[in-house]
Nanobody
C-alpha cells in the first residue's frame, strides 16, 4: 500500500503545474484525499481536500480560484492542478489518504 506524488518542479511566477497522487494497494476513490504542503521553516498546512461523497472539493483561502483538486478513478489518482503560482506556494507537497502519506514532491516558484 502506498501513495506516490509526482509533477513537482521549478516554475516561474504565474505559471502552472499539475501534481498527481497515485495509490497502489487500495482504491483511492473510497477515501477522502488531502493535499498538504510544507514550506521551509513553516508548519505543514492543509491545502485542499476532496470528499468521497460527491467528490466535493475544498480549499484554503490562499489557493481558492487558483488550485483545483480532482479525481481520475480509472487511474486511481487524485490531481492538484495549480495555476497562477506565486513564490509563496513554494513547498513540498504531499498527499494523504487512508492513513498513508506519499513521499512528497517539491514545488518551487521562482523567476
Amino acid at each position: 500500500v502506498q501513495l506516490v506524488e509526482s509533477g513537482g518542479g521549478l516554475v516561474q511566477p504565474g505559471g502552472s503545474l499539475r501534481l498527481s497522487c497515485t495509490a497502489s494497494g487500495f482504491t483511492l476513490s473510497r477515501y477522502e484525499v488531502r493535499w498538504f504542503r510544507q514550506a521551509p521553516g513553516k508548519e505543514r498546512e492543509l491545502v485542499a481536500f476532496i470528499t468521497t461523497v460527491g467528490d466535493i472539493p475544498n480549499y484554503i483561502d490562499s489557493v481558492k480560484g487558483r488550485f483545483t483538486i480532482s479525481r481520475d478513478n480509472a487511474k486511481n489518482t487524485v490531481y492538484l492542478q495549480m495555476g497562477f503560482l506565486k513564490p509563496e506556494d513554494t513547498a513540498v507537497y504531499s498527499c494523504n489518504a487512508f492513513g498513508y502519506w506519499g513521499q512528497g514532491t517539491q514545488v518551487t516558484v521562482s523567476s
